[in-house]
């Protein structure tokens, strides 16, 4: 079981991103995925989760109307686009995977999946001003 987490890097205010997160050894399509960003000195906080399909998906104020979470279940992958980035967007984002029928995806305490391997490594985006 793996979970890839790639697209980082350094960009200008206003520029774009898109993260992917890559699944080998299970089939994503069985679960939530969402994806969670930490900032130095700062406690990891979801960002952004989607469940089945494109059709149910949660934001956090802070990023609705500049990131779009998507995933194709036959590439096991899940994106997040984002768009119109800001210097505060600059953190590790990670993204998880915990099972559809219990994931608390959208909740205000969505915390991911409890297991380590249900965790992508973490890929930086740092927003220069």
């Known amino acids: 079981v793996q979970l890839q987490a790639f697209g980082g890097g350094l960009v200008q205010a206003g520029e774009s991103l898109r993260l992917s997160c890559s699944a080998a050894g299970f089939a994503l399509a069985s679960y939530a995925v969402g994806w969670f960003r930490q900032a130095s000195g700062t406690e990891r906080q979801w960002v952004s989760c989607?469940?089945?399909?494109?059709?149910?998906?949660y934001y956090q104020d802070s990023v609705k109307g500049r990131f779009t979470i998507s995933r194709d279940n036959d590439k096991d992958t899940v994106y997040l686009q984002m768009n119109s980035l800001k210097p505060e967007d600059t953190a590790v984002y990670y993204c998880s995977a915990d099972y559809l029928y219990t994931s608390r995806c959208g909740s205000r305490d969505y915390s991911g999946s409890t297991r380590g391997d249900y965790w992508g490594q973490g890929t930086l985006v740092t927003v220069s001003s």
């Open positions: 989607i469940m089945r399909d494109d059709s149910t998906t």
